[in-house]
């Protein structure tokens, strides 16, 4: 969706402290993390309550909401684009080749980039929006102005109403690649969805004939892959989850298909374990949404005029 998505809490909030600018020492009993005579355990990671975790996405949203703003200075726009980058004014001078003391006049509106092209590249950031601010320079694929928190999965549900109503248009004989180009554009040309799939970090698309939300920034798979059996039962686990109906049917036939190769019961997962395994891959699409990017690139590409 973004790239404040992470896998735990710890990664989450770390990326919401750089992105506020908010300096690491005392930060987790200042924001309250962490009671205030508590010392933080070491050699594990820290499981974090919802509320302070909510607290900081309102003050990241917020700032979000900043970005918007027509009324925005050159400097507070490059700095805004930097801390959607975690990076220091140190960072972005060795990037573009200057001194970290331009880079903080720039900030501080006491100069101007002689080539403001670069910074923008630099930053990965649209060079209208960062000339002029506001929202109209801003694509529904860039970062500036992703929500987090409860306010991406609202806007996550009013993009896929706005959706299912562009879907209901598509001629009914449309294969997948049509209905994936025809989408694609809509996300694009029509401004509402746009800014609502910027905010929202991604957009709906059709795969394996149904919606699944498509995030502009995958996140990478993180610990969702370990197994305890070969790559052979891997490829036969795969292939039968993908054509069985249930999970119970899938395990059968993967059943009989390892114990036809002569493998034992250790080698391939009990029912139990695969259901969790399908449950932890739901739970994911749920939560982070399905990488069919390069799917829909192709898609577009094929039915491109």
Same mark, same amino acid.
């Given at each position: 969706?973004?790239?404040?998505?992470?896998?735990?809490?710890?990664?989450?909030?770390?990326?919401?402290?750089?992105?506020?600018?908010?300096?690491?020492?005392?930060?987790?009993?200042?924001?309250?993390?962490?009671?205030?005579?508590?010392?933080?355990?070491?050699?594990?990671?820290?499981?974090?309550?919802?509320?302070?975790?909510?607290? &900081?996405?309102?003050?990241?949203?917020?700032?979000?909401?900043?970005?918007?703003?027509?009324?925005?200075?050159?400097?507070?726009?490059?700095?805004?684009?930097?801390?959607?980058?975690? $990076?220091?004014?140190?960072?972005?001078?060795?990037?573009?080749?200057?001194?970290?003391? $331009?880079? +903080?006049?720039?900030?501080?509106?006491?100069?101007?980039?002689?080539?403001?092209?670069?910074?923008?590249?630099? $930053?990965?950031?649209?060079?209208?929006?960062?000339?002029?601010?506001?929202?109209?320079?801003?694509?529904?694929?860039?970062?500036?102005?992703?929500?987090?928190? +409860?306010?991406?999965?609202?806007?996550?549900?009013?993009?896929?109403?706005?959706?299912?109503?562009?879907?209901?248009?598509?001629?009914?004989?449309?294969?997948?690649?049509?209905?994936?180009?025809?989408?694609?554009?809509?996300?694009?040309?029509?401004?509402?969805?746009?800014?609502?799939?910027?905010?929202?970090?991604? +957009?709906?698309?059709?795969?394996?004939?149904?919606?699944?939300?498509?995030?502009?920034?995958?996140?990478?798979?993180?610990?969702?892959?370990?197994?305890?059996?070969?790559?052979?039962?891997?490829?036969?686990?795969?292939?039968?989850?993908?054509?069985?109906?249930?999970?119970?049917?899938?395990?059968?036939?993967?059943?009989?298909?390892?114990?036809?190769?002569? $493998?034992?019961?250790?080698?391939?997962?009990?029912?139990?374990? &695969?259901?969790?395994?399908?449950?932890?891959?739901?739970?994911?699409?749920?939560?982070?949404?399905?990488?069919?990017?390069?799917?829909?690139?192709?898609?577009?590409?094929?039915?491109?005029?």
């Amino acid at each position: 969706m973004s790239q404040f998505d992470k896998y735990t809490s710890t990664e989450v909030v770390e990326g919401y402290r750089l992105y506020l600018g908010i300096r690491k020492d005392g930060f987790l009993k200042d924001h309250g993390f962490l009671d205030a005579d508590a010392t933080p355990k070491k050699g594990r990671l820290p499981k974090y309550k919802d509320e302070p975790i909510e607290a &900081l996405a309102f003050l990241v949203n917020e700032k979000a909401a900043r970005a918007e703003e027509p009324d925005t200075s050159l400097g507070e726009r490059i700095r805004i684009a930097r801390d959607y980058m975690s $990076l220091t004014d140190v960072d972005l001078a060795a990037k573009l080749g200057v001194s970290r003391e $331009l880079v +903080r006049l720039w900030g501080e509106n006491l100069n101007k980039p002689t080539h403001l092209a670069m910074v923008a590249e630099a $930053l990965e950031v649209p060079l209208m929006w960062l000339e002029a601010g506001g929202e109209a320079g801003l694509l529904a694929s860039s970062h500036i102005g992703v929500r987090v928190g +409860r306010e991406s999965f609202a806007l996550r549900e009013q993009l896929y109403a706005m959706t299912s109503e562009h879907l209901s248009q598509v001629p009914e004989a449309a294969d997948l690649p049509y209905i994936q180009a025809y989408l694609e554009r809509a996300v694009f040309n029509h401004w509402d969805m746009a800014k609502v799939a910027r905010q929202a970090g991604g +957009r709906w698309q059709v795969e394996a004939q149904t919606l699944v939300f498509a995030p502009w920034v995958p996140i990478c798979e993180h610990g969702l892959a370990r197994r305890d059996w070969s790559d052979e039962v891997e490829e036969i686990i795969q292939k039968e989850l993908a054509e069985k109906h249930s999970i119970y049917a899938a395990w059968q036939a993967i059943k009989v298909r390892c114990q036809a190769l002569g $493998l034992s019961d250790k080698d391939f997962p009990r029912k139990i374990s &695969l259901y969790k395994r399908i449950e932890l891959r739901n739970a994911r699409i749920a939560r982070y949404g399905v990488s069919i990017n390069q799917q829909v690139k192709e898609s577009v590409a094929m039915y491109a005029h």
